[in-house]
């Protein structure tokens, strides 16, 4: 068939099951647009910035499973892009990014709306493409899909000059992709199971670690049955939350800097750390000399790169996890579940020292009631994206995630802004179930206009604004390490943002109690329409416990205990 | 990192395509690994090129190195040498006053010869181990050389 470049971009993301595409037109990636125009294979999500079509088809790809798609024109449509795709490479998460650029004959010559678009995704994509012919274009549309979905996700880049868009070319998608130099390693070493499970076997106190890449690898069932047939307890990564349901036994809780005490201190006091689809990332480790310093490594995970790179493995075993954990479950009878209680009984004995909890204040709301409080009003049916600050730590610590994919948040990037447009993309690829982003009042201002994409296409995201009037989490740290110099970090001066919600025809609330906030979040979620519910917090909480940066995870600041 | 840091030598065989070249080189200034020297040339009858890229670092670092290289996507093979065989060439410009029979005799003995000869100038090459050639370069600055290249180096496994 022979038809135009432009054509055969929608014929292409047709042929992959594309459904939602989020994007922004410009110049370059007219001809595309036009055939966008002309079509009704898949929907196209305007969003109003382009780094926010990329935040959305993150959490598209994440709520979903699927890849992301989103496509943007040249130049400064491209940076804006830019955050969305470093973000999406920090977290693993498939997408296709198609960016048009100038003409073929323009490139190299500034151009208007020139950029050197592969130059700079080079080192925040898995892979990226700058297509020179037509004929090339279904080749690397399919291997595009391919790389990102295969082995360790990660988003690609498809930089396409617009005279390539116009171009008549053959169009053939059914070439099975050929790729000599990639093929990813998703069968774990027989061996190298079999002696990692003897380890478990013989081990006195080990502990599940388990990280992002078991959502990504869609294992998290088979995790939650590892971990019950041997009885070992787990800890989560923040990318990790919803692998254990919440109020799952062996959960000790979350790892890290914002980590609870026992999950920490099980960490420390493991003779056997089992690390699956988990990265040792510095937020986790703290002080890397001091971490599970007794114990002895199994990791399991389909990027080779990861192991080894900070903590040594003993028993490295690269693949995919779900093989690897089916392959474990075959012969996990060897390990005696009930060997593990005393174990699990000091880690109970941790957890009762040093709970993981806060202090309700009289006067004013706490942010961890508010989100305690969603977790009881939506449970399960909500899918909860954040912001980036303590709000986000907060969620971590007191949702009750119940399953995969139910928690979306930037975690490698930390990218303040992400939640907003993550949700609506959440909402597009599960639209039956509620969208929740818990935000704070300084990152909502970063992409408050996808209010209008909300308002526009109908996707109900609710905004719950911990409004403490700081950037909180800079805020904490200067209050800690920076003997209370709270440079730049008063937020004092705000938008009203009940006005500013409805201003683009969303709804707006403004609640300081209890009573307000219940009333208030069951009229959003009957109204159906986007929302933010500004909660005035306490300004000056703290997130705890933490690691401070470079410390040790035993040695962590607690929560003050409460004079009686 | 306070690990002993070493010389290694890394061969990667890589598609024949745009931009390859600045994937392996953005890996390097983007992780902080240091290169040494760089070759690179298409493999005969091949859609294949062989980069020959001297570097340093600990053992840990050369072994992240090798595993992030081979993470790119038109990476092929990446060997990191422990037994091979290592030559560069080097060429230096002497003043055609400068006493040219010592010159090469000394070229000689590290597989080298002069190469041209013109009005001013004559233009002599060796080809050794890094190693020799390093020692070449500082035995010959007697002579006052006015211009020196080095290749970088090429390796093989034995
Ligand atoms: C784009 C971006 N800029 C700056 C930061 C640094 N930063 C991390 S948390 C934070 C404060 C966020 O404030 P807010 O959204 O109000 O959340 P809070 O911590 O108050 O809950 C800042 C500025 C960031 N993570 N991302
Ligand atoms: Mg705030």
């Known amino acids: 068939m022979q038809i135009s470049g432009a054509q055969m971009v929608i014929e292409a993301l047709t042929l992959e099951g594309v459904d939602t595409v989020f994007g922004y037109p410009g110049g370059a990636i007219m001809n595309v647009y036009d055939e966008i125009y002309k079509q009704d294979k898949f929907q196209h999500i305007l969003n109003r910035h382009e780094q926010a079509a990329v935040h959305a088809a993150e959490g598209y790809a994440k709520a979903s499973g699927k890849v992301g798609v989103a496509?943007?024109?040249?130049?400064?449509?491209?940076?804006?892009?830019?955050?969305?795709?470093?973000?999406?490479?920090?977290?693993?998460?498939?997408?296709?990014?198609?960016?048009?650029?100038?003409?073929?004959?323009?490139?190299?010559?500034?151009?208007?709306?020139?950029?050197?678009?592969?130059?700079?995704?080079?080192?925040?994509?898995?892979?990226?493409?700058?297509?020179?012919?037509?004929?090339d274009l279904p080749r690397i549309l399919k291997e595009a899909f391919y790389i990102a979905a295969s082995g360790r996700p990660g988003p690609v880049h498809v930089d396409i000059p617009k005279d390539v868009t116009a171009q008549i070319a053959e169009f053939d998608y059914s070439q099975p992709v050929k790729l000599e130099t990639y093929k990813p390693h998703t069968k774990g070493n027989p061996r190298q199971i079999k002696k990692a499970i003897e380890a478990m076997a013989?081990?006195?106190?080990?502990?599940?670690?388990?990280?992002?890449?078991?959502?990504?690898?869609?294992?998290?069932?088979?995790?939650?049955?590892?971990?019950?047939?041997?009885?070992?307890?787990?800890?989560?990564?923040?990318?990790?939350?919803?692998?254990?349901?919440?109020?799952?036994?062996?959960?000790?809780?979350?790892?890290?800097?914002?980590?609870?005490?026992a999950a920490n201190m099980a960490m420390s006091e493991t003779d056997l750390v089992i690390a699956l689809g988990a990265r040792f990332d510095d937020r986790v480790t703290g002080k890397l000399s001091e971490f599970a310093k007794n114990a002895a490594v199994i990791h399991v995970d389909i990027d080779p790169a990861s192991i080894s790179k900070l903590v040594n493995a003993d028993f490295p075993i690269v693949g995919d996890v779900k093989n690897v954990v089916n392959e474990m479950l075959e012969i996990s009878s060897k390990i005696d579940a009930s060997k593990f209680e005393s174990w699990r009984e000091t880690i109970n004995n941790f957890d009762d020292l040093h709970p993981l909890t806060y202090h309700e204040d009289s006067e004013k709301l706490k942010p961890q009631w508010v989100i305690e409080r969603v977790g009881e009003l939506l449970g399960d049916d909500a899918n909860i994206s954040t912001d980036v600050g303590q709000h986000q730590m907060w969620t971590a610590q007191f949702y009750p995630f119940s399953r995969p994919r139910q928690f979306i948040s930037s975690g490698g990037l930390g990218t303040m802004g992400f939640g907003f447009p993550a949700a609506l993309g959440v909402k597009a690829a599960a639209p039956q179930q509620t969208s929740v982003n818990f935000t704070g009042d300084g990152s909502i201002l970063m992409n408050c206009q996808e209010l209008m994409t909300a308002v526009e296409k109908k996707l109900p995201v609710i905004n719950i604004i911990l409004n403490n009037n700081y950037l909180g989490m800079v805020r904490q740290w200067q209050t800690l390490f920076y003997d209370k110099r709270h440079s730049e970090t008063d937020l004092s001066v705000q938008p009203d943002f009940v006005k500013l919600s409805e201003a683009f025809g969303g709804i707006g609330y403004r609640v300081s109690t209890k009573e307000e906030f219940d009333a208030a979040l069951k009229d959003a979620v009957e109204k159906n329409v986007?929302?933010?519910?500004?909660?005035?917090?306490?300004?000056?909480?703290n997130v705890m416990p933490m690691v401070p940066s470079g410390g040790s995870l035993f040695n962590m600041m607690l929560l003050e205990k409460k004079e009686k | 990192m306070t690990e002993n840091s070493e010389r290694r030598v890394i061969s990667v065989i890589v598609v024949n395509e745009a931009s390859v070249l600045s994937r392996i080189t953005d890996l390097f200034s983007g992780r902080g690994y240091n290169i040494t020297s760089l070759t690179v040339a298409p493999i005969p009858d091949s859609k294949y090129s062989r980069l020959t890229i001297a570097t340093s670092g600990s053992v840990r670092v050369i072994e992240q190195i090798t595993k992030q290289l081979h993470k790119l996507i038109p990476v092929l093979r990446v060997y990191e040498h422990a037994d091979l065989v290592e030559k560069e060439m080097a060429m230096v410009k002497f003043p055609i006053t400068e006493n040219l029979s010592d010159i090469n005799t000394l070229c000689e003995a590290y597989n080298g010869k002069i190469v041209n000869v013109g009005e001013n100038v004559i233009i002599a090459m060796v080809a050794d181990e890094p190693k020799r050639v390093e020692n070449f370069l500082k035995v010959i600055k007697r002579y006052n050389p006015k211009e020196i290249v080095r290749s970088g180096a090429v390796a093989l496994e034995r």
Do not use: W
């Open chain 1, 71 to 135: 496509m943007i024109t040249s130049g400064p449509g491209f940076t804006n892009a830019v955050t969305g795709l470093a973000d999406a490479y920090m977290d693993s998460i498939p997408l296709v990014v198609i960016s048009g650029q100038v003409p073929m004959s323009l490139i190299g010559t500034d151009a208007f709306q020139e950029i050197d678009a592969v130059g700079i995704s080079r080192s925040c994509t898995k892979h990226n493409y700058l297509v020179t012919d037509a004929k």
């Open chain 1, 202 to 261: 013989d081990s006195k106190r080990p502990l599940f670690y388990l990280g992002g890449g078991i959502i990504n690898a869609n294992a998290a069932y088979e995790v939650r049955e590892l971990v019950h047939k041997t009885g070992i307890p787990a800890v989560e990564t923040f990318m990790a939350r919803g692998v254990l349901a919440h109020d799952d036994e062996h959960l000790i809780g979350m790892l890290g800097m914002h980590g609870s005490y």
């Open chain 1, 530 to 541: 986007v929302a933010f519910i500004e909660v005035i917090v306490h300004r000056l909480e």
